[in-house]
């Protein structure tokens, strides 16, 4: 069985930096897409940052040349580096594995899901 699990969020200021990591086990980690997710209270869930097992990498618009996806296979861990955070990206980021290679954070599906990291932004 698949796990994820998410760590590295905090209360940081605006134009504060983070790094979120995410640990995967169970499962061929490098042939599957990965990606980042995010859920302010009372929005919707959004996709953030995605990285196909090719290490290409797709981001939202809004957060696009602020943050960086990358993953280290022969660790099983992605990373999320944040910097420039703004008060909008406060949220709970969860991390997603789609078993299917070459997806992008738009056309992945969460197979597997970590359980989350609160990320806080203050102005």
């Known amino acids: 069985q698949g796990q994820l699990v998410e760590s590295g969020g905090g209360s940081v200021q605006a134009g504060g930096s983070l790094r979120l990591s995410c640990a995967a086990s169970?499962?061929?980690?490098?042939?599957?897409?990965m990606g980042w997710f995010r859920q302010a209270p009372g929005k919707e869930r959004e996709g953030v940052a995605g990285?196909?097992?090719?290490?290409?990498?797709s981001y939202a618009d809004s957060v696009k040349g602020r943050f960086t996806i990358s993953r280290d296979n022969a660790k099983n861990t992605m990373y999320l580096q944040m910097n420039s955070l703004k008060p909008e990206d406060t949220g709970m980021y969860y991390c997603?594995?789609?078993?299917?290679?070459?997806?992008?954070?738009?056309?992945?599906?969460?197979?597997?899901w970590g359980q989350g990291t609160q990320v806080t932004v203050s102005s």
């Open positions: 169970g499962y061929t980690y490098s042939s599957f897409s």
């Open positions: 990285i196909d097992s090719d290490g290409r990498p």
């Open positions: 997603a594995a789609d078993w299917r290679p070459g997806r992008t954070i738009w056309t992945m599906t969460g197979h597997y």
